[in-house]
């Protein structure tokens, strides 16, 4: 009796939970080329490969095959439990901790795709954008309605829930700034300290190589600190989107062999001791 019991089950439920495989099987991947087609004509509309339009679409269709995935393994997952007898809702109450903690964890979900919605919305950052977000400085890599993964300079993933980011510093919206700043002696020329930084600004924008990097002529801003061992000068410049890094290498570097070779001596930390006898 019980084996024909069982039988008669399989032959119901067991195929109607078959079918539910199948439909998450065939579903989701339809879906996800359906979205990955969309987004590719989309971002050939503007004729601009890498824009700000490409980005922002590459995103939302990250998330959208994120969400579409959750929502058709989590349908599919209460159909299969709703074909077992299973019902979620009293167990959940019967044992009250249990229940409480999914509130909870549910309250928080919702906190974090809400945000996550507003981000999108508001085009706070995209793919690839370089951002600054609770003290983590890197790369968006990955964006859901719940998280947003960041890989920093030193390769760690730092995966951060968006209910969590209350401010985030975009480094790659329109244009960036490189800024450099140069300790020189006291006993050094700062006058010939500040044209030989005048003199990299003027060599930068004849440079063939790093002349596409640049939006502007470098500025010299003068004198912006008296430290302790250090008359500290400043030259900067604006830059295209990311590429304000590889500027300030550049700007480094020529610092470092031109004032060598003008005779301007670059400071750095050092005690004076005076013995008296």
Do not use: C
């Not at 947003?148 to 919206?173: C, L, Q, Y």
């Amino acid at each position: 009796m019980d084996f024909l019991q069982f039988g008669e089950w399989l032959k119901n439920n067991g195929l109607h939970i078959l079918l539910i495989l199948v439909f998450v099987a065939v579903t989701y991947p339809l879906f996800r080329k359906l979205i990955h087609k969309l987004s590719h004509k989309l971002q050939h509309i503007d004729g601009q490969e890498g824009s700000e339009v490409d980005k922002r679409i590459a995103t939302i269709a990250r998330v959208l095959d994120t969400t579409v995935l959750v929502t058709i393994i989590g349908t599919a997952f209460l159909m299969i439990l709703s074909e077992l007898a299973i019902p979620i809702t009293p167990v959940l109450a019967s044992v009250g901790f249990v229940g409480l903690a999914f509130g909870l964890g549910a309250q928080t979900l919702v906190k974090d795709m809400i945000s996550g919605l507003f981000i999108l919305i508001e085009n706070q950052y995209t793919l690839g954008d370089t951002i600054i977000v609770n003290g983590i400085t890197g790369e968006v890599e990955s964006m859901t309605l719940r998280n947003t993964v960041v890989r920093d300079v030193r390769g760690s993933r730092h995966f951060i829930p968006n209910g969590e980011i209350r401010m985030v510093a975009n480094k790659s919206r329109g244009w960036s700034r490189a800024l450099v700043e140069v300790g020189i002696t006291y006993d050094a020329d700062v006058d010939r300290g500040l044209d030989v930084l005048r003199m990299i600004g003027a060599g930068m924008m004849e440079d063939e190589e790093i002349r596409p990097f640049l939006l502007e002529a470098p500025v010299i801003t003068g004198i912006e600190g008296l430290d302790d061992w250090a008359v500290r000068l400043r030259i900067m410049v604006k830059t295209n989107p990311d590429d304000q890094f590889l500027v300030q290498r550049h700007i480094r570097r020529q610092i470092h062999v031109i004032f060598e070779q003008k005779g301007v001596e670059i400071a750095f930390p050092r005690q004076d001791i005076k013995i008296i006898k």
